[in-house]
């Protein structure tokens, strides 16, 4: 059974970072891309950056250079560095990992970011 297992949240004040880690209980290689998403109280979940099998990364437009998302397939794991965090960055961060050939989509239990002063 696939697992994801997200650390790194917590309370940061503005213009701070923090990393965020995924970890998959399998082979990254399973997954045809993997992501963060990110869902603040009352809005909808949407997507902060994602990474496809070969390396290739999205990212959503309110990231405007300030975060990177990284795999590192032999450590199994998923990793968003974000910089220069604002107040309206404050939401719960959720990693997705999916595989577009059977369907699956898996995601983590969340893990929350404040930005805050």
């Known amino acids: 059974q696939v697992q994801l297992v997200e650390s790194g949240g917590g309370l940061v004040q503005p213009g701070g970072s923090l990393t965020l880690s995924c970890a998959a209980s399998?082979?990254?290689?399973?997954?045809?891309?993997m992501g963060w998403y990110r869902q603040a109280p009352g809005n909808e979940r949407v997507l902060v950056a994602s990474v496809s099998r070969g390396g290739g990364t999205n990212y959503g437009d309110f990231v405007k250079g300030r975060f990177t998302i990284s795999r590192h397939d032999a450590a199994r794991t998923v990793s968003l560095q974000m910089n220069g965090l604002k107040p309206e960055d404050t939401a719960v961060y959720y990693c997705n990992a999916q595989n577009d050939f059977t369907r699956d989509d898996y995601w983590g239990q969340g893990t929350p970011v404040t930005v805050s002063s």
């Open positions: 399998v082979n990254l290689f399973a997954f045809t891309s």
